[in-house]
T-cell receptor, first 112, second 116 residues
């Protein structure tokens, strides 16, 4: 069966510090991968999606970037965090050519 | 054209009652409509999904009703239980849209509270 992991689970970072969040998927190959952000009590905002290694599309221009160095690894990064980057970051995967998206457990990021 | 509008924003239901959450979409080309359930501090979990070639899909106490002509779909939770208290999101997608590979368009969510 497929599983999706995210780490860290929680993170508190000062403004201006760098960020690296990692997501890995097990039990499948060539998945589509997604990064979402969810502000407190709000909906899901798609940040990036990837249909393959080094194939990243950005949905919202911002302070963040994404990379996919391996087939089942998706990384969300920032060089300098802003207060507005605080939120709940969710990674998701879907089978290539499929509709269903499955979410990871999320990372709670607080920027102080 | 890409929006999915969800209502109500919050809902309080007595135990044993029926919870109903509604969504409306604009793009008639959408071909997949899932519902997600999210508990506090957790990632959303896929609950049930429907395609536009059927008008209803039932899984246990959860039913999706789909009205293609009205461009609306809804989630019905029968015999609602306190354990159903969560935030529910509807979504819609189009498998191939400008190369987006089926990106989901989410509603803003409904916070459901089931009172014992």
């Amino acid at each position: 069966s497929q599983t999706i992991h995210q780490w860290p689970a929680t993170l508190v970072q000062p403004v201006g510090s760098p960020l690296s969040l990692e997501c890995t998927v097990e039990g499948t190959s060539n998945p589509n991968l997604y990064w979402y952000r969810q502000a407190a009590g709000r909906g899901l905002q798609l940040l990036f999606y990837s249909i393959g290694i080094d194939q990243i599309s950005s949905e919202v221009p911002q302070n963040l970037s994404a990379s996919r160095p391996q087939d089942r690894q998706f990384i969300l990064s920032s060089k300098k965090l802003l207060l507005s980057d605080s939120g709940f970051y969710l990674c998701a995967w879907s089978p290539s050519g499929g509709h269903e998206q499955f979410f990871g457990p999320g990372t709670r990021l607080t920027v102080l | 054209q890409q929006q999915v509008k969800q209502s109500p924003q919050s809902l309080i239901v007595q135990k044993g009652g029926i919870s109903i959450i509604n969504c409306a979409y604009e793009n008639t080309a959408f071909d997949y409509f899932p519902w997600y359930q999210q508990f506090p501090g957790k990632g959303p979990a896929l609950l049930i999904a429907i395609r536009p070639d059927v008008s209803e899909k039932k899984e246990g106490r959860f039913t999706i009703s789909f009205n293609k002509s009205a461009k609306q779909f809804s989630l019905h939770i029968m015999d609602s239980q306190p354990g159903d208290s969560a935030t529910y999101f509807c979504a819609a997608s189009l498998l191939n849209y400008g190369g987006s590979q089926g990106n989901l368009i989410f509603g803003k969510g409904t916070k459901l509270s089931v009172k014992p």
